[in-house]
């Protein structure tokens, strides 16, 4: 074996070689950075070039690509509060507080350095278990992957915000949206609404974006100031080591997990970051800094993400089943180059294997040195008054959001979440609980449903089932001791929040929200009992228990003392109130939904290129140079990506009517 | 079945007469995409099957069509690809410009009448059919040692990995039913992989994995001892009947299993729905689709650059990872197999569709 590991090593350390893993590099860091383009968009583009090259250089191309997208999806994450990707979620509660307050380097030093490290080890890891793997993965059967997914569950009580009851319904909430489309046991179509789009269920690019993305946008545009409220402290380098340095066991604990959640084929990676951070507030001391700018918050989701890719490796290359979107892709790319995956990974083709695996550790260290050294310059983004950015985010979510599945739909869902994020932001109502219950729904439901096909309910006295039981037990105990509100600030359940006075008029806002809430779970409950018991049992004991916690929480909110917990509207106690220079509230959403309104009438190109010009001109009061040139870059931007991935924009009504030529068609 | 023959032959000749005539007349020069782009439509999302088969073809497809076109392919996933079909359906123009690749996800909708394909294979042109097989194999621990132990798995409640009723699964689901097996079907897999890997644990004890994944994953638990092979749904042969896939001419078909089990050859209504899907989702599973209306001489400058491009080298090194060991066909077979894996009577679509509702609470859209 260790023959083959330094064959495999000196094999790689070509010329050749390293350039093509630089290139796989360079366009992952690329794709990483656009928020809302993954994997899955990088490996397509490099797929057509694979032809004529040879395995070892095109693996490590295709392993350069893989391994750093979750290293560069921090910029977004960190500088401007747009989840780069699905496994840099958790990274926006603390990262871009810490941009904020002027640290934007700092928290993009120790993301990278914690990045790098997760890869290393999941590398590591890798090189040791690759060879005896097989019966580990094979250990966990449908009881034990939904004890998993429950496990991811529990992270929401360490997540559910100063109300408990407003956490559990958001993540009732999720759940349900996350059981729209077809049901796993009938196939039959929940919540579709008639509307062709709701059959596959909203994408998960599309909720990460509205929940966080939107609400963030909004509330920068409303301060229409720069990103950044004080000038850069330091250069942030030596900080952000020194904040992964002094957390390396917490790195290493993440690491750790993300490797094993990477490894079990089924659970999905878009939930490790969740897990992870969830994990580093159970176990933290002093954890009340975690949501305002603490550095370990962004430490333990960048250590995991990176792990998470070389644990999904494992399923890949053993059984030829992807981990995640982007290995499904890894995996064409293998069959384009003639390998097969399967158990001659690591007997006949043990030398490919650990040339991947040296690959993937090589691709982190390129990537996080060049992240690293990219982290100052474009931490000045931060700098830049903000409605002159808004523009480019704006566009930059939207083509992101439609990327999930190329449909009109994807933006019209875009800003009805955005919405929804909007208010739960101004209600405190707790959005990574609603994300982690979105992600997983369909784990949750189709395992439980698979275990009790496969052992009855005598699934329960499973050993592995019984111990991931009591390791989610302890979670849920850690985390109700230590929780975490939506906007991070942790909370002993006793403290109470200033409230203006007056009952009613003061409260009717929240209460209005709260039954809204109320109103999608009856919505939810409703379609449920019109399908067949299989397809109905979950959505509507989700719905139920959301309800419950409605019921709950309804009477604290009409009659509780001033000042309850459950309590919070930002627009009467938010650090916004009464300042000057402060916009509406639906600003941001107001734009947002003209450039969907005018995609779905002249489709998205045009629209984009008008809202920029009208954003600019109205909004930001650009000069008309200014605003031709900014309008310019964004459009030849976007339709160079546009062209590289051959991918046609969303049409609107008048493309039904016209014939246009690409990209307006 | 007869009658199949005989158009497949003539139709054969004909493409071969037209590919050979257009070598040489003028009418060659009348096709040309130089400098032109084709997008090849596929309804799934990029890393699946028919992307890897798309990805695999479209270089080559660029190289031997008249005036080396870029051809680039273009996911449009949506509806269990119901939603790429239909929007090429409405959106495509017949000037060979844009291709469509369908599957057996693509065709089985389609057969069964769900309301969402508003697409009619009919209208279609076909370019290529890439057929693909599969082998059945069960556990040991039902006691079955050999094919011959064929009759142990009659009185014992089997379970199989699906990924839905109405997925490319339904071949397995009708075939099973069709030998008397007593299957659970437990829904909600990803794919056939995942289906593996639940056998794999012991949760299921049949399951069958197209031709690749069963030579590189399945072959490796046969020599262990933790799979026994059955059969193999088997390949049309020159009349259009089910015989022995090449591939494993150890491994008995589905016909032949069939008649071990019950002395009798299969045949009747619910074996003419069986080899209806069965066409749809092997032989025929993955299909390159024109538009309507496309004129003959664009149909057969890509009938010829599919036929020229299998000598090619790059085909030759990969295809056996893309395809396994099945050909792609052109011309008069690929019309052929276009023809039956789009073709089901009414009849025996409404009694699937009766029996999924009955027995697997499958409702078909509404």
Redesign the interface.
Known sequence: MADTLLAALSALMTFDHLLYMLIGVTVGLVIGVIPGLGG?AG??LL??FL??MDDISALAMLIGLVAVIPTSDTFSSVLMGIPGSSASQATVLDGFPLARQGQAARALSAAFISSMFGGIFGAVVLTGFVVVARPLI?????AELFMLALFGLSMVAVLAGRSLAKGLAACAVGLLIGSMG?A??????RMTFGL??L??GIPLVVIGLGLFAVPEISDLLRRNASISDRPPLGSGWAKGFRDWYSNIWLSIRCSGMGCMIGAI??LGGSVVDWIAYGHAVQTCKNPENFGKGDPRGVVAPESANNAMQGGALLPTML????GS?SM?????GM??????????MVTTNLDITYSVIWSLALANVMGAGICLLLAIPISRLTQIRFPLLAPFMITLICFAAFQA???IGDLLALLSLGLLGILMKRFAWPRPAMLIGFVLAPQSE?YL??AV??YDWSFVTRPGVIIIGLLTLASVIFGIRKRVDDTGHVVSAAKDTDEHEGRWTSRAPQIVFALMIVGLLIVGLKDALDQ?F??AVFPASVAVVGLAMALWLLPELIGGHRGHVSHYDSELDGETVGKAGIGGLWGGALWIGGLVLASALIGFYLAMILFFVAFLHVRARAKPLQTLIMTAAAAGFILLIAKML???FPSGLAQSYLDLPWPFR | MTDFKMTRRKALGMALATAGAMMTSPAWAEVDFSGKTIEWIIPFSAGGGSDTWARFNAPLLSKYLPGQPTVVVVNEPGGGSTKGANLFAVRAKPDGLTLLGTSGSTQFPYLLGDPRVKYEYKDWKIAMAAPTGGVVYTSPSTGVETVADLAKLKDQKLTYASQGATSLDLVPLLGFKLMGLDVQHVFGFKGRGDGRLAFERGETNIDYQTSSAYIKNVLPLVEAGQAVPLFSWGVLDEAGNIVRDPNFPDIPSFPEAYEMLTGMAPEGDDYDAFVAFFIAGFPAQKMAILPKDTPDDIVAAFNVAFETMKQDPEYLANKQAVLGSYEQVTGGKAEGLFEMGTTISPQNRKNVVDMLGAHYGVKLGE
Do not use: K
């Not at chain 1, 094979?138 to 449908?142: A, P, Q, R, T």
């Not at chain 1, 059984?319 to 992807?322: D, N, R, T, V």
């Not at chain 1, 499904?328 to 064409?332: N, P, R, S």
């Open positions: 899955i490996l397509s797929m057509p032809y004529g094979l250990m966990f059967g449908s077809g796993p046991a009938t196939g039959e179509f062709g789009y059959y596959d084929p089924g059984f030829g089943i992807p979107g499904a892709v890894f995996l064409g069959v384009l180059l003639g390998m097969e995956p399967g158990p001659a599945t190329r449909d189709t449903y698979q096909q496969f067949s299989l397809a051959s991918l046609n």
